[in-house]
């Protein structure tokens, strides 16, 4: 017997029991972003390695070493998306809606990056991006936060906290770095691998390690703050204003630089310690210079994206079983006839708007009874010669005090949307 194949390192099976928390996730992410005027946008999987190479930056961990990257048949060389802005911002460009507009987008989906697998941290992960273009000014910053916290609040999710940075200006940002440059190199004996490989190519993502042994040489580096440019200063200040004016607090952090380049002035992270090293949750901020790097015409732009796994994974930890997706009820076909008629009592009731599970395949009383209870419904249908002679059902609650009552057909809607508390079509 040959060896079962197994899925690709990294790259996991979301099993139905997870996929429903999944769902209710999805579901209030909708919701919310519809609410703000966002509208979704669809996006391929695949797109040409250079548009992630000029707007991630070639010298970044993610272009280096992470992507999933090829050259098909046509000699093009092509990647996985690693992450969705890059893309986002290819489709309005291409397709023309960017330029002098406001655009609200949204997109769902999976990306790819070849880490080293890590509860939280997947090769194949999920995540809800959000981006807005056209529109300069910090309320916006501030609105992009506040649909978070909406979000946070429809799932019932607590233990999240908002850090805030201004990454300024890649004028201002340029000198900046040449100073931390020369900080890093005088104590280069102090680095880390890590720290050392990224000293000449990319000094501002060390003062994001998590490495222990180096906080004591991020502490004493430079601060960005002290760099900024006036107008890059003042945007932040008032997004402060505008977030202290709704009730949102937040954390200024200026060690907070985030992993891509296209970044400018606002950037934010909701983080949470119930996750271990894998804190990170929500990330995003402002990326003006994107659209025009891109070869667009020039477009102020910001958003962020939300990981999945991290989310679902938070959810799970904070609240019992989403809504289940068990259905209501448990046809139980008890001899031919019945298996005829149960199919379309089946029907008429998901027309009325139940969820109904049909036994097929066949079996007695209490091997389907067996299946019911498996199937997580709170009420089996029993149907056999009897029933459909006295056009009756009978109703058994699999999760009350074992209570059996005989129903007639014509009341059964009814009676089961008494029972479950819903309204149901009749």
Same mark, same amino acid.
């Given at each position: 017997?040959?060896?079962?194949? =197994?899925?690709?390192?990294?790259?996991?099976?979301?099993?139905?029991?997870?996929?429903?928390?999944?769902?209710?996730?999805?579901?209030?992410?909708?919701?919310?972003?519809?609410?703000?005027?966002?509208?979704?946008?669809?996006?391929?999987?695949? $797109?040409?390695?250079?548009?992630?190479?000029?707007?991630?930056?070639? =010298?970044?961990?993610?272009?280096?070493?992470?992507?999933?990257?090829?050259?098909?048949?046509?000699?093009?060389?092509?990647?996985?998306?690693?992450?969705?802005?890059?893309?986002?911002?290819?489709?309005?460009?291409?397709?023309?809606?960017?330029?002098?507009? +406001?655009?609200?987008?949204?997109?769902?989906?999976?990306?790819?990056?070849?880490?080293?697998? %890590?509860?939280?941290?997947?090769?194949?992960?999920?995540? +809800?991006?959000?981006?807005?273009?056209?529109?300069?000014?910090?309320?916006?910053?501030?609105?992009?936060?506040?649909?978070?916290?909406?979000?946070?609040?429809?799932?019932?999710?607590?233990?999240?906290?908002?850090?805030?940075?201004?990454?300024?200006?890649?004028?201002?940002?340029?000198?900046?770095?040449?100073?931390?440059?020369?900080?890093?190199?005088?104590?280069?004996? %102090?680095?880390?691998?890590?720290?050392?490989?990224?000293?000449?190519?990319?000094?501002?993502?060390?003062? @994001?390690?998590?490495?222990?042994?180096?906080?004591?040489?991020?502490?004493?580096?430079?601060?960005?703050?002290?760099?900024?440019?006036?107008?890059?200063?003042?945007?932040?200040?008032?997004?402060?204003?505008?977030?202290? $004016?709704?009730g949102v607090a937040y954390r200024i952090n200026p060690r907070l630089v985030r992993g891509l380049d296209y970044y400018t002035r606002t950037v934010f992270e909701w983080t949470t310690d119930r996750l271990?090293?894998?804190?990170?949750?929500?990330?995003?901020?402002?990326?003006?210079?994107?659209?025009?790097?891109?070869?667009?015409?020039?477009?102020?732009?910001?958003?962020?994206?939300?990981?999945?796994?991290?989310?679902?994974?938070?959810?799970?930890? %904070?609240?019992?079983?989403?809504?289940s997706g068990a259905p209501e009820a448990y046809l139980v076909l008890l001899g031919e006839s019945a298996g005829k008629h149960g199919l379309r009592l089946a029907e008429c009731l998901r027309n009325a708007g139940?969820?109904?599970?049909?036994?097929?395949?066949?079996?007695?009383?209490?091997? %389907?009874?067996?299946?019911?209870?498996?199937?997580?419904?709170?009420?089996?249908?029993?149907?056999?010669?009897?029933?459909?002679?006295?056009?009756?059902?009978?109703?058994? @609650?699999?999760?009350?005090?074992?209570? =059996?009552?005989?129903?007639?057909?014509?009341?059964?809607? @009814?009676?089961?949307?008494?029972?479950?508390?819903?309204?149901?079509?009749?």
């Amino acid at each position: 017997m040959s060896k079962a194949i =197994q899925a690709v390192r990294g790259m996991n099976d979301l099993l139905p029991e997870t996929v429903e928390r999944w769902q209710l996730v999805e579901a209030t992410a909708r919701d919310v972003l519809h609410a703000y005027g966002y509208r979704e946008i669809r996006l391929p999987l695949l $797109e040409k390695s250079e548009l992630f190479a000029r707007s991630i930056g070639s =010298q970044t961990d993610i272009v280096e070493k992470e992507m999933y990257s090829f050259e098909d048949r046509n000699g093009d060389n092509l990647t996985l998306r690693p992450e969705g802005t890059a893309g986002c911002v290819r489709a309005g460009i291409e397709n023309g809606f960017l330029h002098n507009q +406001i655009q609200r987008l949204w997109y769902a989906g999976p990306m790819f990056r070849h880490e080293r697998p %890590q509860k939280g941290r997947y090769r194949q992960f999920h995540q +809800i991006g959000v981006e807005a273009f056209g529109i300069d000014t910090p309320d916006l910053d501030a609105e992009l936060i506040l649909m978070c916290v909406r979000l946070w609040k429809s799932l019932g999710l607590e233990g999240l906290t908002l850090e805030l940075n201004s990454l300024g200006t890649p004028e201002s940002r340029a000198t900046y770095r040449a100073k931390l440059t020369r900080f890093l190199k005088a104590r280069r004996d %102090q680095l880390d691998e890590d720290s050392l490989r990224r000293l000449e190519k990319n000094p501002m993502r060390i003062l @994001d390690s998590k490495n222990p042994a180096m906080q004591p040489v991020i502490a004493e580096a430079p601060n960005l703050h002290d760099h900024l440019d006036e107008d890059s200063r003042t945007h932040f200040d008032r997004l402060g204003e505008y977030l202290k $004016e709704s009730g949102v607090a937040y954390r200024i952090n200026p060690r907070l630089v985030r992993g891509l380049d296209y970044y400018t002035r606002t950037v934010f992270e909701w983080t949470t310690d119930r996750l271990g090293a894998q804190s990170a949750v929500c990330a995003g901020g402002r990326f003006d210079g994107l659209v025009e790097q891109l070869g667009g015409r020039p477009a102020p732009a910001a958003g962020f994206a939300i990981g999945m796994e991290r989310l679902v994974e938070l959810l799970a930890r %904070q609240s019992p079983s989403p809504s289940s997706g068990a259905p209501e009820a448990y046809l139980v076909l008890l001899g031919e006839s019945a298996g005829k008629h149960g199919l379309r009592l089946a029907e008429c009731l998901r027309n009325a708007g139940l969820r109904i599970e049909c036994h097929c395949g066949g079996g007695g009383l209490k091997a %389907q009874l067996k299946r019911a209870d498996r199937s997580r419904a709170r009420f089996a249908l029993m149907l056999g010669d009897e029933e459909l002679q006295d056009n009756t059902v009978t109703v058994k @609650d699999m999760r009350g005090k074992d209570v =059996q009552v005989s129903v007639h057909q014509d009341v059964l809607i @009814d009676f089961l949307n008494e029972r479950t508390g819903r309204r149901v079509k009749t």
